[in-house]
């Protein structure tokens, strides 16, 4: 074995997706500590020459056709990121890593659907060979809001760069417009949600109570910049790249990848004020959820929820299904996982700490929670999470 690794990464780092992949490749690194890691800022025109690199292997996001020649020519072990869009021949068995956009999708429906809306929309990229992942998300949330007998518009899209800016802001300001309010819209990423934003200020409608806008990505930078500041899903790059590292790895020590593709579940939805509203209008089930919310870390007991509200457990039930989709048991758990995530952000704190604080019985009854609305332990989810640069 090589006592160092020299590895190229050929990632676009103007984008926050591929600074987030590029972090978490370097959390391996360090964690392996005979890596030595190449990169430019612009990898299309800096491509290494692999002949006198004298490297050992290459990761890369594939979406160009210099790059996808340079990649094969080259003959390294490499992993590809982003799954097969763009220049990614599935011929040449490259195996990769991606997020897995119908989760994402899913989790962003969930999450509007949560806070009451009763009308969705989502407002995508326009369709071209990179751009899958946006229609993959459009079909994914579509067929969620149709799981829960809600409406859902979706945004054709024939502009993306600011260079169409009047048109782009002139069609989406139609698109807001036709659209019956209040409604919840997701952003085929956070820069299209900024989009979304720009154009209810044109039309004046209020964020979040008539358009409440989720994005995806997190790009902490901009998600605060925006007005107001941009709810968006943490789809999980720092592990695609952590992921990927490891899986290269594995291939420089000449052993075979298990599969080609590999799919990173999302982490979570970071809530800020763009979907900070509830859209119930009735007025007895959005008491009921702010009950719950605001009780979270307590082992909400119906008995107590029934009191607060002021109607019989049964009608608040019924009420509560039909509005919200869901059971008040269901939302009590969303609610319980959401604080044990806070609770395992903020702190190294003991899983059992975690669990009691959260209100769960014990850490089996938070573990078997979040698998099942999560997909990961809670032990992934912190391995996830320390991925990140401390700031």
Sequence with gaps: MPKSRRVTLILDTNMPYHRKIVRGVVAYARQAGNWS?????????????????????????????????????GGLPTVAVEG????????????????????????????????GFQR?????????????WSDIRAKAFQQRAKEAGLPCSLY?????????????QRSLAQWLRSLEKPV???????????????????????VPDDVAVIGVDNDELMCELTD???????????????????????LMAGRKAPQIANYVLPE???VRRSTDTLAIEDA?????????????????????????????????????????????????????????QQLILADELPLKQVATEAGFAHVQHLTNLFRKHLGQTPGEFRKAIRLRPKS
Aim: aromatic content about 8%; overall charge positive.
């Design 37 to 73: 890691l190449y990169a430019e800022e612009d990898p299309l025109e800096k491509l290494p020459d692999f002949r006198a690199w004298q490297g050992h292997g290459i990761i890369a996001f594939i979406a160009d056709q210099k790059v996808a020649r340079a990649v094969r020519a």
């Design 84 to 115: 097969g869009y763009g220049w990614y021949d599935p011929k040449d068995r490259i195996p990769y890593y991606a997020t897995d956009n119908a989760a994402v999708a899913r989790m962003a429906a969930d999450h509007l659907i949560g806070q």
């Design 120 to 132: 969705l929309a989502y407002c995508g990229v326009p369709r071209n060979r990179f751009t899958v």
């Design 156 to 168: 054709a899209a024939k502009h993306l760069s600011t260079r169409n800016w009047h048109e782009l």
């Design 184 to 206: 919840g819209v997701m952003a085929a990423n956070d820069a299209r949600a900024r989009h979304v934003l720009e154009a209810c200020r044109a039309i004046g409608a209020r």
């Design 228 to 250: 107001p500041p941009l709810t968006s899903v943490e789809q999980g790059a720092r592990t695609v790249g952590y992921r990927a590292a490891e899986l290269l790895d594995r």
């Design 268 to 270: 979570r939805v970071v």
């Design 284 to 340: 007895d089930v959005a008491a009921a959820v702010r009950f719950i919310r605001e009780h979270a870390g307590q082992r909400v007991r119906m008995e107590d929820l029934v009191q607060a509200v002021g109607v019989s457990r049964s009608t608040l039930g019924a009420r509560f299904r039909k509005i919200l989709r869901k059971t008040i048991h269901e939302e009590v758990q969303s609610v319980m996982i959401g604080r044990a």
